[in-house]
């Protein structure tokens, strides 16, 4: 006889390897008879909350086993934050209810530090109220920022991205420069923390190399020793390749992208810090810029995704299952990196006590003492992460993404309403 | 004994696959004994006037053999358009002088229409002064703007990029939109013609999937229409992608990306399509919006070129050295479409005269009538320029692009002021 079923969710901002543990979560507790079905929360928590599962049992082996290489969220992700159960008791006692209704034993939430801090908070509520669900956190998010794993499946292939795209659009920056353009601009996610434009240093292979500026939101923006950097940059190497986190800030904590750009109706507009360093630069120097903004392509792009973030996302979505046949309870798997000098993981874990909304800052020893590059340790840090690559299958020139039939199982309760 | 050299030169906006053209040159040209070496002008054409040449000769089998797979100009390109012989004598007197000098008797010249028009008033004027240089056009443009060829090299990769991109953001989007992201929008090239942004349509593989709309710059841009079909596809289907045109235009001709913002000294900005369209929508419906501006990463993306475009890029440059070698003059070759309804192509060619300064338009029956989508006509025009993968190798995760050492030749003759 099958166990209790599951239930897995998606929640936050979708990466292009969150599917990946779904895959991990899947196929290793349909493999294991501890569990019964795995029921997914369409558009994550809300699905739970308005009764609506995905019963993945319907879909095919192959249909799961595409989920490995489809990028951001097959069952639909949301950003919604269920308050303390004595906030909000009504949404813990429907989830209850909706588990107890489905005979659900397992809650799987994959995210991010929120995400965490409700799946611990569901263990304990269960706990309390005496219908007692295992409740395992798989982390994801492509800011990097989870505490006690060393990295987070997402953030690999998101720095990937950001590393081949600095390496790519400088090599066309450097040819165009002489005649046309001097300077390029990509901006990139972070608005907290500037792990995903540190990644663009990975591109750097020779001193001159792009990227020859990196703005981390850590660092604090001084406009004219920007300003000097890219004409300096531009007078030694030709051009100038500046990777920009959208969260750039200036001492005071503003936005750089806050430029305080006004439309026809007066109204401030946020621009996007590559436009504002832009406007800056044209207007300072006069150099002939281009610019980017990457945005959700950065996170979406499997198509470039790393071979180490892809298993390790799968090896996450496996290890929740692992955890919970073992019997534990409101952890989490993390990845642990090996001593040696030979980049090596393996999976450990930690309590979601303590991962519960705490940030990981990068460390200033990442970043170069000007502010504008990665150290070498940081180097040592990154590089691994970025390896390998693990293309999807195409058809017709793009990639043969897989799409769920997302079929719902038949609901059981009275509605309830989520804002 | 070895025949003349050759001069190659890259011009204009560099793309994935040019240097795959250079490839074809070299490799072409050193297996025939009829061309000596060839030499590359540093930053195109430029270099010539310069007198900086860069001797291809001193590279390696193995470097040459990876600009097959490296993307934007080794050697340097421009945006530099000689006049014509009777407004600049000087320059076209000092372009046969350093032919001369450097025993240069054939000039292939990689390029857009510009180029093609410049090639062949050298062809003519060396005639004139009784230096006869042959002169042969490779087609090169992202922008598919060239007349008698069924394609250009350069735009089957960032229409493949472009498609890729908005499968993989539209899932993204698809994913987040119960809750948060409802529009986004990626900003593509194309200031003339929409070629670019069709691309995005063959991601579009159900009815209902992205992309929803497309912005043409052949289709004047209608504010009221395009916000009512964005707030209907949002009702019908839970999101909206958009993929714009940078050229996209109002009826006027005037730009939608002069969105009349200003910034703090009350300069006017030109912001970009992607965000004065999310000014839009957000100021009329309110929707959360995300966008993208790809810019330089979507010509520059030879991780994800097309394999079709490498080929053909590679084709028209080993062809231009066959059609000199069998004596032709001031042509250019072109990929000529098969008959049948299997895609094939071969290498045809025309005379430069025809192809100097016309631009080929995307026939309006490639786009749907609503000006929103394209046509089966147009899908099937688009999708076998797309097909196939061609990856580079990489190294610690990263594309292992070869550099050239370009060491220029020495220099013969007196210095030459180039603005």
Known sequence: ??????????????????????????????????????????????????????????????????????????????????????????????????????????????GGGDSQDTANKVAAYSQAVGYPITCIGIPKTVDNDLPYTDCCPGFGSVAKYVAVSTREAGL?????????????????????????????????????????????????????????????????VGFCVIVASEGAQYADGSFVADAGLKDAFGHTQLGGVAPSLVDMIKLEHGFKCHWSVADYLQR????????????????????????????????????????????????????????ANVEKKMPRGYITRDGFGITPRGRDYLAPLIAGEDYPPYKDGLPDYVRMTNQLVQRKLPRFAVE
């Open 300 to 355: 979406a792009a499997r198509h470039i995704a790393s071979a180490t973030d892809v298993a390790q996302a799968y090896a996450v979505g496996e290890a929740a299952v692992e955890f919970a046949a073992a019997g534990k309870n409101a952890v989490m798997p993390i990845i642990v990196r090996g001593k040696g000098k030979k980049y090596t993981w393996s999976i450990g874990e930690v309590a979601l006590s303590k991962v």
């Open 172 to 236: 066309d920056v450097a040819s165009m420069a002489e005649s046309s353009t001097k300077v390029f601009v990509l901006e990139v996610m972070g608005r907290h923390a500037g792990w995903i434009a540190a990644a663009a240093g990975l591109a750097k292979d020779h001193p001159q190399a792009p990227p020859h500026i990196i703005l981390f939101p850590e660092i604090a923006f001084d406009k004219q020793v920007f300003l000097d950097k890219v004409k300096a940059t531009v007078k030694k």
């Open 1 to 110: 006889m099958a166990g209790k079923n599951v239930f897995y969710a998606q929640s936050g901002g979708v990466t292009a390897v969150i599917n990946a543990s779904a895959c991990g979560v899947i196929e290793a507790a349909r493999k294991n008879r501890k569990f019964g079905k795995v029921l997914a929360g369409r558009n994550g928590i809300i699905g739970a909350l308005r009764e609506e599962l995905v019963d993945t049992s319907l879909e095919t082996k192959q249909a799961i086993r595409g989920l490995r290489y489809t990028p951001s969220g097959a069952f639909g992700s949301c950003r919604y934050k269920l308050q303390s159960a004595l906030e909000a008791p009504a949404e813990y006692e429907r989830l209850i209810a909706v588990f107890k209704a489905h005979d659900i034993g397992y809650f799987f939430y994959n």
